[in-house]
C-alpha cells in the first residue's frame, strides 16, 4: 500500500464541520470552557518542572469518543493562560484535527518524517482562535503507508527535541488505542497520556484493556476526559472519577479530567 491523499469533503462533511466548530475554543458555552480550565490546572499540577515543555499524547479506547475535539479545546485552554501550544495530528491513518479547524494542509509531519528537505518551518501552521488566543498546528500531511514506523522513528524524536525549545506544551492527537498499536508505540516519546472516555461509546472491556496497555508500557496515565457523562448512568465509571463531575451541554453532558 502505497501514500495516500487526504479525502476532500462534501457538503455533509461542511454540516459536520459546522456543528463541531461549535464545541471549539471560544464557541463553547460557559460550563465547558470552565471544564477545560479545570483540565488545564489539573495538567498543570501534574508536573513538578515548570520550565520543561511538556509532551502530552491524547488518546481513547475506540473511535468516535471526541479526543480530537479534546485536543483543540485543551490547546486552547493552555493558550489562553500565555502559554506556547503545539499541536501534533499525530492519528495518521485519520486525521481530523485540520478539517475541524477548518485547515486543509498538504504538507506536514510525515512528510517532515521522510523527506530531509523538508523543515519545521516548512510544516507548521498558526492557529488563532481568537485575537489573543493562538497555538501551531503540525498536521498529519499523507497519510502514510507505516505510520507505527514513523511513529517509532528517531527523526520524529528529534522532532520533538527541537520544539520543545520553543513551546510550553507539546499535544499529541493520537489514535484509539486499542484499535492499533500506534498509541502505545509513539508512548516513549511522552511525559504523559490523557484518556478521553465518552459514556455512552466506550465499554468496559475497552477502558480496562486500555489501561491495561498504558500500564504495561510504563505510559504515565495523566487522567481521563469525560465526555457525554450521565451521573444516573455512570456505574463503573465511577471509580475512575470520584473528584466529582461538571455539567455542560458540551457534547451533552461533561468534561473533566480525574487523576488516574
Not at 466506550?202 to 480496562?208: A, I, T, V, Y
Amino acid at each position: 500500500m502505497g501514500w495516500r491523499k487526504k479525502m476532500t469533503s462534501g457538503k455533509g462533511a461542511d454540516r459536520n464541520k459546522l456543528n463541531e466548530q461549535q464545541k471549539i475554543g471560544g464557541n463553547l458555552n460557559f460550563q465547558a470552557a470552565e471544564a477545560y480550565k479545570l483540565l488545564r490546572t489539573n495538567l498543570e499540577f501534574s508536573f513538578a518542572d515548570e520550565k520543561k515543555c511538556k509532551i502530552i499524547g491524547i488518546t481513547s479506547a475506540l473511535s468516535g469518543e471526541g479526543k480530537s475535539l479534546t485536543t483543540i479545546n485543551v490547546a486552547y485552554a493552555i493558550a489562553s493562560n500565555e502559554k506556547k501550544v503545539l499541536v501534533l495530528e499525530a492519528d495518521f491513518r485519520k486525521p481530523t484535527i485540520a478539517s475541524k479547524l477548518g485547515l486543509n494542509e498538504n504538507v506536514g509531519l510525515t512528510d517532515l518524517l521522510v523527506n530531509h528537505e523538508i523543515t519545521v518551518s516548512d510544516i507548521l501552521v498558526g492557529v488563532r482562535m481568537s485575537e489573543q488566543v493562538k497555538f501551531d498546528l503540525a498536521p498529519t500531511g499523507r497519510i502514510p503507508p507505516n505510520p507505527g514506523e514513523l511513529l517509532d522513528s528517531n527523526k520524529l524524536k528529534g522532532f520533538l527535541d527541537i520544539c520543545s525549545e520553543g513551546y510550553d506544551y507539546i499535544l499529541i492527537d493520537l489514535p484509539p488505542l486499542t484499535a492499533v498499536a500506534d498509541a502505545v508505540i509513539a508512548s516513549k516519546h511522552l511525559d504523559g497520556m490523557v484518556v478521553v472516555v465518552r459514556q455512552d461509546r466506550c465499554d468496559h472491556k475497552s477502558l480496562n484493556e486500555t489501561i491495561r496497555q498504558l500500564k504495561f508500557s510504563n505510559t504515565k496515565i495523566l487522567g481521563f476526559v469525560f465526555n457525554g457523562y450521565n451521573q444516573a448512568k455512570s456505574g463503573y465509571y465511577k471509580k475512575y472519577g470520584n473528584k466529582g463531575y461538571y455539567e455542560t451541554d458540551y457534547v451533552e453532558a461533561s468534561a473533566s479530567l480525574t487523576q488516574g
